[in-house]
Protein backbone atom coordinates (compact mmCIF):
# COMPACT_ATOMS: atom_id res chain seq x y z
CA UNK A 1 0.00 0.00 0.00
CA UNK A 2 1.24 3.52 -0.89
CA UNK A 3 0.64 6.50 0.52
CA UNK A 4 1.28 9.82 -1.65
CA UNK A 5 -0.92 12.69 -3.13
CA UNK A 6 -2.28 10.67 -6.48
CA UNK A 7 -4.20 8.56 -4.38
CA UNK A 8 -7.46 8.86 -2.21
CA UNK A 9 -5.52 9.10 1.04
CA UNK A 10 -7.76 10.47 3.64
CA UNK A 11 -5.08 11.17 6.22
CA UNK A 12 -3.87 13.73 3.75
CA UNK A 13 -6.92 15.52 3.57
CA UNK A 14 -7.40 15.47 7.58
CA UNK A 15 -3.59 16.83 7.71
CA UNK A 16 -4.29 19.46 5.27
CA UNK A 17 -7.34 20.68 6.46
CA UNK A 18 -5.84 20.95 9.94
CA UNK A 19 -3.13 22.83 8.55
CA UNK A 20 -5.01 25.51 6.71
CA UNK A 21 -7.24 25.74 10.00
CA UNK A 22 -3.69 26.67 12.15
CA UNK A 23 -2.97 29.11 8.88
CA UNK A 24 -6.23 30.66 9.26
CA UNK A 25 -6.00 31.16 13.03
CA UNK A 26 -2.34 32.54 12.38
CA UNK A 27 -3.02 35.50 10.11
CA UNK A 28 -6.47 36.28 12.07
CA UNK A 29 -8.84 35.53 9.00
CA UNK A 30 -12.40 35.12 10.56
CA UNK A 31 -15.50 34.62 8.50
CA UNK A 32 -18.48 36.63 9.99
CA UNK A 33 -22.15 35.39 9.07
CA UNK A 34 -24.36 38.47 7.71
CA UNK A 35 -27.24 39.94 9.96
CA UNK A 36 -30.13 41.20 10.03
CA UNK A 37 -31.24 44.72 10.89
CA UNK A 38 -32.66 45.58 14.02
CA UNK A 39 -35.45 47.88 13.77
CA UNK A 40 -36.04 49.74 16.90
CA UNK A 41 -38.21 52.43 18.22
CA UNK A 42 -37.05 56.24 17.13
CA UNK A 43 -37.33 58.85 20.02
CA UNK A 44 -37.46 61.93 18.19
CA UNK A 45 -35.74 65.18 17.67
CA UNK A 46 -34.14 65.81 14.16
CA UNK A 47 -35.62 63.45 11.14
CA UNK A 48 -37.15 61.52 13.61
CA UNK A 49 -34.01 59.92 15.72
CA UNK A 50 -32.73 60.74 19.50
CA UNK A 51 -30.28 63.23 19.04
CA UNK A 52 -27.14 62.70 21.74
CA UNK A 53 -25.40 65.33 23.83
CA UNK A 54 -22.05 66.68 22.10
CA UNK A 55 -18.75 65.23 24.42
CA UNK A 56 -15.85 67.61 24.71
CA UNK A 57 -13.27 64.67 24.84
CA UNK A 58 -10.58 64.61 21.84
CA UNK A 59 -8.36 61.75 21.86
CA UNK A 60 -4.95 61.57 22.09
CA UNK A 61 -3.73 59.34 19.92
CA UNK A 62 -3.14 59.80 16.10
CA UNK A 63 -4.88 57.14 14.55
CA UNK A 64 -3.43 54.14 11.98
CA UNK A 65 -3.32 55.15 8.41
CA UNK A 66 -5.66 53.59 6.45
CA UNK A 67 -5.16 50.57 3.64
CA UNK A 68 -4.05 52.00 -0.03
CA UNK A 69 -7.73 52.40 -2.28
CA UNK A 70 -9.68 51.73 1.09
CA UNK A 71 -11.82 55.23 1.75
CA UNK A 72 -12.29 55.10 5.94
CA UNK A 73 -15.48 57.58 6.61
CA UNK A 74 -15.44 57.62 10.32
CA UNK A 75 -13.64 55.50 13.36
CA UNK A 76 -14.31 54.39 16.69
CA UNK A 77 -10.89 55.08 18.32
CA UNK A 78 -9.89 52.85 21.17
CA UNK A 79 -7.71 54.49 24.33
CA UNK A 80 -4.83 52.74 23.29
CA UNK A 81 -5.04 54.21 19.73
CA UNK A 82 -6.08 51.16 17.52
CA UNK A 83 -9.49 52.08 16.17
CA UNK A 84 -12.27 50.19 14.32
CA UNK A 85 -13.24 51.48 10.68
CA UNK A 86 -16.55 52.65 10.28
CA UNK A 87 -17.05 52.01 6.37
CA UNK A 88 -20.10 54.71 4.96
CA UNK A 89 -22.68 52.01 4.28
CA UNK A 90 -24.63 50.14 7.68
CA UNK A 91 -22.62 47.83 9.36
CA UNK A 92 -23.37 45.99 12.67
CA UNK A 93 -20.55 45.48 15.12
CA UNK A 94 -19.21 43.20 17.62
CA UNK A 95 -17.29 41.55 20.21
CA UNK A 96 -15.14 40.29 16.74
CA UNK A 97 -14.51 43.94 16.04
CA UNK A 98 -13.32 45.13 19.27
CA UNK A 99 -11.59 41.68 20.57
CA UNK A 100 -8.87 43.07 20.37
CA UNK A 101 -9.32 46.09 22.96
CA UNK A 102 -10.83 44.42 26.05
CA UNK A 103 -9.20 41.96 28.32
CA UNK A 104 -9.58 38.42 26.95
CA UNK A 105 -11.90 37.02 29.88
CA UNK A 106 -14.13 39.98 29.45
CA UNK A 107 -14.61 39.97 25.68
CA UNK A 108 -17.74 37.88 25.83
CA UNK A 109 -19.63 40.77 27.46
CA UNK A 110 -19.95 42.49 24.21
CA UNK A 111 -22.76 40.69 22.18
CA UNK A 112 -22.11 39.39 18.78
CA UNK A 113 -23.92 41.96 17.17
CA UNK A 114 -23.55 44.36 19.94
CA UNK A 115 -24.52 47.84 17.50
CA UNK A 116 -25.40 49.14 14.68
CA UNK A 117 -23.93 51.96 12.72
CA UNK A 118 -26.03 53.86 9.58
CA UNK A 119 -24.68 56.53 7.34
CA UNK A 120 -27.51 58.48 6.07
CA UNK A 121 -28.01 61.76 4.54
CA UNK A 122 -24.18 62.74 5.83
CA UNK A 123 -24.38 61.68 9.43
CA UNK A 124 -24.01 58.53 11.51
CA UNK A 125 -26.39 56.95 13.44
CA UNK A 126 -25.73 54.40 16.19
CA UNK A 127 -28.62 51.79 17.57
CA UNK A 128 -27.92 49.00 19.96
CA UNK A 129 -29.10 45.74 18.99
CA UNK A 130 -30.64 44.43 22.35
CA UNK A 131 -27.09 43.67 23.46
CA UNK A 132 -26.84 41.58 26.63
CA UNK A 133 -24.91 44.42 28.61
CA UNK A 134 -26.19 47.41 26.70
CA UNK A 135 -24.83 50.47 25.06
CA UNK A 136 -24.30 54.31 26.69
CA UNK A 137 -23.36 57.52 24.64
CA UNK A 138 -21.74 60.17 26.79
CA UNK A 139 -22.99 58.13 30.03
CA UNK A 140 -26.67 57.65 28.94
CA UNK A 141 -27.44 54.55 27.93
CA UNK A 142 -29.12 54.23 24.17
CA UNK A 143 -30.63 50.41 24.93
CA UNK A 144 -34.50 50.41 23.31
CA UNK A 145 -34.33 54.18 22.33
CA UNK A 146 -34.01 53.27 18.48
CA UNK A 147 -31.44 54.80 16.62
CA UNK A 148 -28.95 58.05 18.11
CA UNK A 149 -27.42 60.43 16.09
CA UNK A 150 -23.42 60.68 16.60
CA UNK A 151 -21.29 63.64 16.91
CA UNK A 152 -17.69 63.68 16.29
CA UNK A 153 -15.88 62.98 19.61
CA UNK A 154 -19.16 61.19 21.41
CA UNK A 155 -18.12 58.69 24.27
CA UNK A 156 -19.55 55.30 22.94
CA UNK A 157 -19.18 52.20 26.38
CA UNK A 158 -19.59 48.62 25.40
CA UNK A 159 -20.80 46.75 27.89
CA UNK A 160 -19.57 48.96 30.30
CA UNK A 161 -16.31 47.36 30.04
CA UNK A 162 -15.17 49.19 26.76
CA UNK A 163 -15.23 53.61 26.08
CA UNK A 164 -14.34 54.26 22.37
CA UNK A 165 -14.46 57.60 20.30
CA UNK A 166 -16.38 58.04 17.15
CA UNK A 167 -14.20 60.24 15.00
CA UNK A 168 -14.89 61.59 11.98
Known sequence: MTMGFGGNNPWLLFLLMGLLAVISAVIGVRIRKPSLAY???SASTR????????????ATKTSKPSAAGTEISARFLAAGGGYVSIPANVKNLGRDDFWSFVVPGKVSMISRDHLRVDFE?????????????????????????????????????????LTITFKT
Open 39 to 41: AGR
Open 47 to 58: SGYLQCATATYE
Open 121 to 161: NGEYYIEDLNSTNGTRINGSSINDKGRCLLNDGDLIELAGI
